[in-house]
């Protein structure tokens, strides 16, 4: 009968020479450190965070309610307009927040118009957004022109200065309106929409700055980084190490 030869069946579990259970406690135990030292951090920020409002949800909630009844002046309505623009630029927004936002804006920008402006904004809107339609290239010449005429227009009403960063989305916020009033609905959204994007998860992790870097990218872009060199490192000191001890050589 021929004798089964297991030699070359090897398992890191189940390590059957004294050099195999050394290497495998040693790469439990820096594997371990690897993940408490991603892990626990991840646990760290979400036991220390707390939800802190940017300045921008005050000035939205202390003039909403006049903005939502119809009843705001002007401040009120440039300040529920710039407000509106700070979640506008966000790069992600959810599209149902995003229509009722625009919509609130253009109601916002026409209610400070006079019954003139008022005329020359929505008809500069309804052009911009068929020429918007139309094409297939942002660079169009007449697409650019007409972007830019509809904010020169828009933006003084708002009292913008020219050198506003808000300028860059304004005129792609601003809708052409069948209803001149926001409904139930619109207002519903734009009060879940306002808190959900104005407010941000905080804690001394993102707050402390380190070598001029806040603290939690330091720590993940480059203090991570270093560990897992050394970890590395550490590995193939321990193995030289053991190796010797066990009179081993490569």
Not at 24 to 44: E, H, P, T, Y
Not at 89 to 107: V, W
Not at 125 to 140: G, H, P, Q, V
Request: some cysteine.
């Amino acid at each position: 009968m021929e004798e089964s030869n297991n030699g070359f069946h090897i398992s890191f579990f189940k390590p059957t020479t004294k050099q195999a259970k050394s290497n495998r406690n040693m790469v439990l135990w820096l594997v371990s450190i690897w993940a408490v030292a991603i892990f626990g951090f991840q646990l760290a920020l979400y036991v220390l965070q707390k939800p802190t409002p940017e300045a921008t949800l005050a000035l939205f909630e202390e003039n909403w309610d006049h903005v939502k009844t119809n009843s705001a002046n002007n401040e009120q309505l440039k300040d529920f307009s710039y407000a509106a623009l700070s979640v506008l630029g966000k790069i992600f927004i959810r599209p149902e927040h995003k229509a009722a936002l625009d919509k609130g804006l253009t109601i916002a920008v026409l209610q400070l118009s006079d019954s003139t402006q008022s005329a020359i904004v929505s008809d500069k809107i309804r052009n911009f957004e068929n020429l918007a339609s139309s094409i297939t290239d942002i660079t169009d010449e007449n697409y650019k022109l007409a972007k830019a005429d509809l904010c020169e227009t828009v933006s003084p009403i708002l009292g913008l200065d020219k050198s506003d960063p808000r300028n860059i989305v304004l005129p792609l916020e601003l809708v052409s309106l069948t209803d001149a009033a926001l409904s139930k609905e619109d207002i519903a959204l734009i009060e879940e929409a306002m808190p959900l994007y104005l407010t941000h998860n905080q804690s001394i992790l993102t707050d402390t700055k380190f070598l001029g870097f806040p603290f939690h990218y330091f720590y993940t872009a480059v203090f991570l980084l270093i560990l897992f060199v050394g970890i590395c490192w550490l590995y193939c000191v321990r193995t030289d190490r053991i190796n010797a001890k066990l009179n081993i050589a490569d």
